[in-house]
């Protein structure tokens, strides 16, 4: 080809952006978002989720279908930890996929938040047979990977999603009725967070009552999103 002709071709082709156009480079369609973590941060979840699934003699485990590890942004200051994953969690690998998390989604959005803006996680990786409630001794030997987790992601602001996210992780003698809508500071490996405790989705399509007690809740997780200048 002429020198002139290819150097005009190429001028044409970066101007009309050629690459953005065609490239013959295969789509990865599969490739998760990692919202531009730290290779830190991703490492280190890495890790985690591979010592979840390294346990020997977990029943829990053995029945699944998948782990459950999380949903959301990791780069999110906020975080929500629920209790275990259901039918619809262990199909598809993903917390809050069900109905609870079609509410979960309602309550957020109701916040002007979304899942590309928070960082979701369980107390349980894995779901317990016919959705019953993790006992004690399940709880005990998921507690440090939940912990874990928390230090790896070190949000600004926790919010515990039910009575078992938060006997979990704030004591067995509170009650939700009493600590819901209440911020208290706790800390996490390194980092302090603001931990507040809401109902469960679940429990709110059971008592739909309740959702106006829920919403006091989000409104304070909304202000203080905003208090601490979190985008
Ligand atoms: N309930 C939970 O606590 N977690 C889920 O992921 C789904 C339902």
Not at 96 to 115: E, H, T
């Amino acid at each position: 080809m002429h020198k002139n002709k290819s150097i005009k071709l190429i001028k044409y082709y970066s101007f009309i952006n050629y690459n953005l156009i065609y490239n013959n480079k295969a789509i990865n369609r599969y490739k998760k978002d990692n919202f531009g973590i730290t290779e830190d941060i991703s490492n280190n979840l890495e890790l985690l989720k591979k010592s979840i699934i390294s346990q020997k003699n977990c029943d829990l485990k053995k029945k699944a279908k998948n782990i459950v590890f999380s949903d959301g942004n990791p780069k999110s200051k906020i975080m929500l930890i629920g209790e275990a994953p259901g039918a619809s969690e262990d199909e598809e690998g993903l917390p809050f996929v069900g109905r609870a998390g079609i509410l979960l989604d309602k309550m957020l959005s109701a916040i002007n938040l979304d899942r590309k803006n928070v960082y979701i996680s369980n107390i349980i990786n894995y779901r317990p047979p016919e959705n019953r409630k993790p006992t004690e001794e399940e709880i005990k030997r998921y507690l440090p990977f939940i912990t874990k987790h928390i230090a790896i992601i070190r949000p600004k602001i926790l919010v515990l999603l039910g009575s078992t996210a938060m006997n979990a992780l704030i004591g067995s003698e509170v009650v939700i009725s009493k600590m819901r809508g209440k911020w208290i500071e706790k800390k996490f490996g390194n980092s302090k967070t603001s931990v507040i405790v809401t109902f469960h989705p679940a429990f709110l399509m059971r008592q739909p009552a309740q959702k106006k007690l829920a919403w006091i809740d989000l409104k304070m997780i909304r202000d203080k999103k905003n208090n601490l200048n979190i985008n």
